[in-house]
């Protein structure tokens, strides 16, 4: 009997926490969308007179396209992460590009004697 009863106390505490996390999952997912709406009514205020203008335009509604579904999925953190993104780019004028990070290998220049043709040589060489 005392298994029973604590295999029934396990049960209706799993299901408790279950509804609790789909309860928090869904006001996360509510303020998402609503946060979604605001930044896609931003993204369609956007100019798209130039064809970087419309770019910019198309590459953020990509992301919020994205964000929109990670959102149905259920993905709340990822689509989070995406609409940070696109209010980080939407004030940001055209051809302003992030920064890379510093850990980034720069470019080699000297190719003679590592076995590298660089791709550049095998065109002008008829390859």
Known sequence: MSRLLTGLYSLAFGLCSLAFTASATTDAASASKTRLDSLQSAVAALP???PPAKL??????WVLEDARDSTAAGLIQDAEQLLHDVEGMLPRAIGQGRPGPPQHVPPRTEYQGTGVVPAGDLVRKGH
Not at 56 to 61: F, I, P, Q, R
């Open 48 to 50: 798209a007179d130039t």
């Open 56 to 61: 910019k335009k198309a590459a953020l509604e």
